[in-house]
């Protein structure tokens, strides 16, 4: 089967992600986007996040529906375990984004995905969250990412899936690099 008669589909709109990247080539002040989520305390360290809306290619936007995140601390902390850890949602969206990465370089270079699941893991030392030791990073130590991916591929065509989506991968840049967070309270 070659190329043109290929029946490949994971389910990516390679052709509407194309055009948006040329359209936005023309117009690069579309190309700026507000993503925004607003979390409210419950009780102990239970918080609910929602995700309603954003801003991008010049205009507000609402999600068809809204998004809610429950977040919290296990009992193993002296909390209620009403939802994942922060730490762990920040793992979800790692996990999340380089996975849509892996299916959408996939339709584009046209190989077949049959299965692709992910496991993450981040390791911590929590000295630095109890206050135990001041010079124990409060955040993760390291992240692990691992791969079974079954596709119409090679194992060097899958490698290259998954560096290309960690290239182009926003969560795996916000892990990666400094960003520049402001706190302010009203």
């Excluded at 596709?151 to 990666?176: G, H, P």
Aim: aromatic share 6%; proline share 2%.
């Amino acid at each position: 089967m070659t190329n043109s008669e290929s029946t490949v589909n994971n389910g990516v709109n390679v052709e509407a992600l194309l055009g948006a990247r040329e359209a936005l080539s023309d117009a690069p002040e579309a190309a700026q986007f507000s993503w925004r989520a607003s979390c409210e305390w419950k009780k102990g360290t239970h918080s609910r996040t929602v995700v309603e809306g954003y801003y991008g290619l010049g205009e507000e936007h609402s999600h068809k529906t809204s998004f809610s995140f429950d977040a919290d601390h296990p009992e193993t902390f002296a909390a209620e375990d009403n939802g994942a850890t922060p730490v762990e949602i920040v793992l979800v969206g790692l996990a999340s984004c380089l996975t849509a990465g892996i299916a959408a370089v996939a339709q584009h270079r046209d190989i077949q995905i049959h299965s692709c699941k992910a496991t993450i893991e981040g390791g911590m030392d929590i000295q630095g969250i109890l206050g135990v030791d001041s010079e124990v990073r409060n955040g993760f130590n390291g992240i692990r990412v691992h791969y079974d991916i079954d596709a119409d591929a090679t194992e060097d065509e899958i490698s290259a899936l998954v560096a290309q989506s960690q290239k182009r991968s926003a969560v795996y840049d916000v892990v990666t690099n400094p960003t520049n967070v402001t706190v302010d309270v009203n």
